[in-house]
């Protein structure tokens, strides 16, 4: 595929034209980033932003004494990087590839110049800013507000999709990764999940996990139910 083609075919860049998506693909590069290795760290210049073509990124900040909050996983065609282009400063988070990534990098200067030339541009970022921004400031609920058990049941009924009773999650995190995200340890993490299964909320298996309540989860996130 060609990459004014591959461009077009990525949700945040659906609707723009053919002649804006060439623009785009003027300036995108594509670059490859294998498992482990780093896109940026918290407090680099942000030279540009990053979409995912295949693979999965973590956003985390670490504490100075080496404790690691995850804020996002991403996957394929999700941007990252973004919010520090659009303030023209430096990245608030680090990220980093969780396997084989693929991505598509535009530098900050000759993105910004497009913006300028063409402002529409830019209108299909803002929502997508205003929807991080707002599991943001859910995640900054949960870790303040709920205990570890409403933090995962309100985790696990994210992850589903559609109204069923029953759903299986696949797992493509790893138990350490889902403890930092929720902000606890693995250890805690492992706990919860062995109640939540002896109370038939759950059923887990060794890469995913089977809702069998959501009602029953939905009350956990709630701080309607206590665990026994």
């Known amino acids: 595929m060609d990459m004014t083609s591959l461009i077009a075919s990525i949700p945040l860049f659906q609707g723009l034209s053919p002649g804006q998506c060439a623009q785009l693909a003027a300036i995108a590069v594509r670059k490859y980033h294998s498992k482990g290795q780093t896109f940026f760290l918290e407090g680099d210049e942000a030279e540009g932003f990053y979409i995912i073509l295949a693979g999965r990124v973590k956003i985390f900040k670490l504490s100075p004494d080496g404790k690691e909050q995850i804020f996002h ?27 084989e990534t693929p991505v598509l990098f535009f530098p900050t200067r000759k993105f910004v110049d497009l913006i300028r030339r063409d402002p529409t541009l830019a209108l299909a970022m803002l929502a997508l800013l205003s929807m991080r921004l707002r599991k943001l400031t859910a995640l900054v609920e949960n870790l303040s507000l709920k205990e570890v058990p409403g933090r995962l049941a309100a985790y696990l009924l994210v992850q589903c999709d559609g109204n069923s009773p029953l759903a299986t999650i696949s797992l493509d995190v790893s138990k350490n990764q889902m403890a930092a995200l929720l902000g606890t340890i693995p250890e805690t993490l492992s706990r919860i999940l062995k109640r939540m299964s002896d109370e038939k909320l759950i059923k887990t298996g060794p890469r995913s996990i089977t809702i069998l309540d959501k009602r029953g989860l939905a009350d956990l996130a709630e701080g309607n139910r206590k665990l026994g």
């Open 73 to 99: 996983i991403l996957e394929e065609h999700e941007p990252f990087g973004e919010a520090a282009v659009f303030a023209g400063s430096h990245y608030p988070a680090s990220a980093q590839a969780l396997a």
